[in-house]
């Protein structure tokens, strides 16, 4: 059984910092992709940052978040700096075999629970 588990999620005030994280586990993804997504309260989730041959971040966090990954802990991390109200979400880890980063919800087969971020103004 596959298992993404996310965590470093809580609360902190605009302009600080979070770091998450998110372990797999039931088989790696080292050859494949392996994602974050948010989604703020009526809104649909959107992609953030993913990580396969490439990097790619959706335009509103480039510069500010970065993404990287431990392929022997088989976790992908998720470090949010500068954030922002606008931040504040439910951020979701996901992954899937293609070795292209995928931007779009459908294409992953793998999620994680969910961890809580809330920035303060």
């Known amino acids: 059984q596959v298992q993404l588990v996310e965590s470093g999620g809580g609360l902190v005030q605009a302009g600080g910092s979070l770091r998450l994280s998110c372990t797999a586990s039931g088989r790696t993804f080292s050859s494949g992709s392996m994602a974050w997504f948010r989604q703020a309260p009526g809104k649909e989730r959107e992609f953030v940052a993913g990580m396969a041959a490439r990097t790619v971040y959706a335009d509103s966090v480039k510069g500010r978040f970065t993404i990287s990954r431990d392929n022997a802990k088989n976790t992908v991390y998720l470090q949010m700096s500068s954030l922002k109200p606008e931040d504040t979400a439910v951020y979701y880890c996901?992954?899937?075999?293609?070795?292209?980063?995928?931007?779009?919800?459908?294409?992953?087969?793998?999620w994680g629970q969910g961890t809580q971020v809330t920035v303060s103004s």
């Open positions: 996901a992954a899937q075999d293609s070795i292209w980063v995928m931007t779009i919800v459908r294409m992953y087969d793998y």
